[in-house]
Structures are given as structure tokens and as C-alpha cells.
């Protein structure tokens, strides 16, 4: 069974840090591309970064001074680690998986979700 599971999300102070982490399971062969996204009430999810391939990120322009994405191959692992938090960063953070082979930003080309992991940044 294909899994994705996040931890790491929380409540913390404007400024602080998280770092979230995502494990998947049951897949068959490595996973091209696994990504963040972030999501509020209300409006699409957004891509945050991606991990493409075995050493390829992107980070959106919003977040990319701020927050790094890595990836662990051999554990199948992915962060995201998220300082200068700001409560604009405030929302449920997902982590996705494209099987395709194809670069991709956008949530419809994902074909594998976790549950999201909730992280709240207070003023």
C-alpha cells in the first residue's frame, strides 16, 4: 500500500523554525519527484518546492530565501526545512509524489498525497 506520511508541523512563533518530514512507503520504484505544498481555506494548494530527481530542487520565488527542501533517497524521505517563519506561512503543508517522470508544479500532476501536517506561525 502507497503511503505518504508527514511529521513535523506545529505552533511557533513569528521568526522560529520547523522542519517537516515526509516518508514514503510502498512504492515500487524510486519516485521521480516529491514535493511540498501549501494550502489555507479557501485557495488551491501552491507548490512550495520540489525535489526532482536525485539531487534537483526548485523552491517557489515566495519561499525560496526561507525554505529548503532535501531528500534522503536511500529512506525515501523528503524535509522541508522552514525558517524566518512569518504567520503568512501559516497552513496545512502536504507532501506529494509524481510517479510521471515529468517536472511539475502544479497539484493535479501528483498522483500520491499525505494527510498534511498543520503549521501555525503566531505574531
Known amino acids: 500500500q502507497v503511503q505518504l506520511v508527514e511529521s513535523g508541523g506545529g505552533s511557533v512563533q513569528a521568526g522560529g523554525s520547523l522542519k517537516l518530514s515526509c516518508t514514503a512507503s510502498?512504492?515500487?520504484?524510486?519516485?521521480?519527484?516529491m514535493a511540498w505544498f501549501h494550502q489555507v481555506p479557501g485557495q488551491e494548494r501552491q507548490w512550495v518546492a520540489v525535489?526532482?530527481?536525485?539531487?534537483?530542487?526548485y523552491h517557489r520565488g515566495t519561499w525560496s530565501a526561507r525554505f529548503r527542501i532535501s531528500r534522503d533517497n536511500r529512506e525515501n524521505t523528503i524535509y522541508l526545512q522552514m525558517n524566518s517563519l512569518a504567520p503568512t506561512d501559516t497552513g496545512m503543508y502536504y507532501c506529494?509524489?509524481?510517479?510521471?517522470?515529468?517536472?511539475?508544479?502544479?497539484?493535479?500532476?501528483?498522483?500520491?498525497w499525505g494527510q498534511g501536517t498543520q503549521v501555525t506561525v503566531s505574531s
Open positions: 525535489a526532482f530527481g536525485t539531487t534537483r530542487t
Open positions: 506529494a509524489a509524481d510517479t510521471s517522470g515529468d517536472l511539475s508544479f502544479g497539484p493535479s500532476s501528483y498522483d500520491y
Open positions: 510502498g512504492f515500487t520504484q524510486a519516485i521521480p519527484s
